[in-house]
């Protein structure tokens, strides 16, 4: 089992990856995740649940390898994953948090001053968790305040997504103010009421409240976001904590200056890897390799140990891609609302094309370094 390039807490070589594959780095489409990320022998750890979970596996396999116990890859894989599953859905983490709010759970000051803001503002706010009751109230108590019930018009409980979304059969079951269940047909979502459970076909006849009209954050693409933006036409916008540190990184000397020479050196190659002759092949192997080197240096720069979640290299990560497709916007926490106006319109970016390259390129470097040879690759056809 190999596990990010690892086998328990070694590093596996490129060399035993790829051979795994078939002697390529091409991963068969039968072998690819299906919708939502899980496939027949691929499995996409894109979520906050991820960290423990392969910090479990990892664990485990490291364990059975040092100690020379067999095991079946099927079977510790299915185990491991149930008793995660277990523990989250018998409530166990629940509680263990609810012991030490302050260690697990911070204060949300700015989260209180976004929501506050948007209600100021005459918009609707609801929420939908797959969390119990309990424990919301009192996480919300613990970072927004006692009345964090008078900022939302709907609260529902225990939802199943994403399975909310896609599945009519569960009604909406009402909660009295100590957590109990009522026995009400829901033939309206009232404002400071508790439910649990129901459908997204349900809530928006409900509601009323469809298509681009709503926008609604979440911080796993699969569970959240993505049936809404395909299926029901929201916008959202995915709560990415990691892009704090991230562009933290970006913005600095170091990581500018080294993605700066890269892409001049990359412009050097491909200009001038016509010239055959002995000096001139020398000099093309020299950059070959200070380029390599580089890159791997602003990889290593966000982690030594697999780069940037957004980034491989040149390439986007698989993250990267399904963030952009399911996702209209994504921010670091909802408080960086707080930096805009109400009524600010966020306009697309112009993402460039391989053929739009040379001239983005340059773009990326002014004021810093012009991309060699520019004015002669603008008139290539």
């Known amino acids: 089992m190999v596990l990010g390039g690892k086998q328990g807490l070694k590093p596996v070589p490129d060399e035993e990856v790829i051979e795994l594959y078939g002697g390529t780095q091409h991963i068969p489409l039968y072998q690819m995740s299906d919708f939502y990320g899980k496939g027949p022998s691929l499995k996409q750890f894109m979520d906050i649940f991820s960290l423990p979970e392969m910090t479990l596996l990892s664990s485990v396999i490291d364990y059975f390898i040092t100690h020379g116990i067999e095991f079946d890859q099927v079977h510790l894989y299915k185990d491991i994953s149930d008793a995660i599953r277990d523990v989250h859905v018998k409530g166990v983490m629940y509680k263990w948090i609810e012991k030490d709010m302050e260690q697990y759970i911070l204060h949300g000051d700015e989260i209180y001053a976004v929501l506050n803001r948007l209600v100021n503002h005459k918009k609707k706010l609801f929420l939908i968790t797959n969390s119990p009751f309990s424990f919301v109230d009192k996480g919300m108590k613990h970072m927004v305040g006692k009345n964090w019930r008078d900022l939302f018009d709907m609260v529902i409980v225990q939802a199943d997504k994403p399975n909310f979304f896609t599945d009519r059969r569960k009604p909406f079951r009402k909660l009295d103010d100590n957590g109990s ?155 960086c609302l707080l930096n805009y106006d109400v009524n600010f319109t966020f306009y697309p970016r112009r993402t460039p094309l391989q053929h739009e390259a040379p001239l983005w390129m340059d773009q990326l470097c002014t004021g810093c370094m012009k991309t060699p040879f520019l004015e002669e690759m603008v008139h290539i056809r």
């Open 181 to 335: 269940l009522q026995w009400d047909k829901i033939n309206q979502l009232e404002k400071g009421k508790i439910y649990k459970e129901g459908n997204l076909f349900d809530f928006l006849r409900l509601t009323g409240w469809r298509g681009s009209k709503v926008l609604y954050f979440g911080d796993h693409l699969y569970s959240d976001l993505a049936d809404l933006m395909l299926r029901h036409g929201w916008r959202t916008g995915a709560i990415v904590p990691e892009l704090e540190t991230e562009i933290r990184i970006i913005n600095t000397e170091q990581y500018m200056h080294s993605l700066t020479w890269q892409q001049a050196l990359t412009g050097l190659l491909e200009r001038m890897q016509m010239y055959q002759d002995a000096e001139s092949k020398q000099v093309l192997l020299e950059w070959m390799k200070e380029r390599q080197e580089i890159r791997s240096l602003t990889k290593n720069l966000f982690n030594p140990q697999f780069g940037s979640i957004f980034r491989t290299f040149h390439n986007p990560t698989y993250f990267s891609r399904r963030l952009v497709r399911f996702s209209d916007i994504y921010m670091a926490s909802i408080s």
